[in-house]
């Protein structure tokens, strides 16, 4: 998978997010936890196409680290959403492979640079 690929498969998680997010119910701790979710599942998209345009590997690194961060992140706050019974987990199993995808690839990613670098 190249980057532009991933750009885009990342920008879709991001979209799921926003409609999961939008389709939560309207109690004050789906309101807290789905704002948390939506700014950790919006961010892995920012900070990757940001650590696409970075000037050197250490600078990609830094960002693509972050994109990992924030897609674990946003898989932690999905569990508390089924935990608490706000949402059924038969809903968000998908979503939450894909966060789990994504971070494998990032990581990966991640790994390669720091190989590239050292060589």
Request: proline letters at 2%; one cysteine or more.
């Amino acid at each position: 998978m190249d980057s532009e690929d991933l750009k885009k498969r990342i920008k879709q998680y991001g979209l799921r997010i926003i409609r999961l997010v939008e389709s939560l119910p309207s109690s004050k701790t789906a309101s807290v936890i789905g704002n948390q979710l939506l700014r950790a599942g919006t961010s892995v998209g920012a900070n990757y196409r940001a650590a696409c345009r970075a000037r050197s590997k250490a600078e990609f690194i830094a960002k693509a680290g972050i994109s990992i961060e924030e897609a674990d992140e946003s898989l932690y706050w999905m569990e508390p959403l089924i935990e608490a019974n706000i949402i059924l987990v038969d809903r968000l199993d998908r979503l939450m492979h894909e966060a789990d995808e994504l971070t494998a690839i990032l990581t990966a990613s991640v790994i390669t640079a720091r190989q590239n670098r050292k060589e």
